[in-house]
């Protein structure tokens, strides 16, 4: 898929979560590339990442406006080939 043709991913983080730094590496080795919004230290962004997905943990991933979820989510996606759908807009 090239990067023209992939669906806007956005990535709510923090610099210091190993769980981000995996979600990244799943996304960078995949060839996606995504917006990071880094909610760390930053209450009013925590809290609109929060009433957007409904949980308290970073990452979360949105493709468009389908929200993934974490990285155990991601993972899992990725794996059962969910991943895929989402991003050739199937799901
Ligand atoms: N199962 C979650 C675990 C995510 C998680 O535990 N993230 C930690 C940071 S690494 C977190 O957000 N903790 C709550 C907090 O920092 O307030 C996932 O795979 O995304």
Redesign the pocket.
């Known amino acids: 898929m090239s990067e023209q043709s992939q669906p806007e991913i956005t990535v709510y983080l923090?610099s210091?979560?190993?769980?981000?730094s995996?979600?990244k590496n799943l996304l960078n080795g995949k060839g996606l590339t995504y917006n990071e919004i880094n909610v760390g230290g930053d209450r009013a962004l925590?809290d609109a990442m929060q009433e957007k997905c409904g949980r308290?943990?970073?990452?979360?991933v949105f493709i468009g406006d389908h929200h993934v979820?974490?990285?155990?989510?991601?993972?899992a996606a990725d794996r059962s080939g969910e991943l895929d759908k989402i991003l050739a807009g199937n799901v």
């Open positions: 923090t210091t979560c190993p769980y981000c995996m979600a925590w308290n943990t970073v990452p979360q979820g974490g990285f155990d989510d991601l993972s």
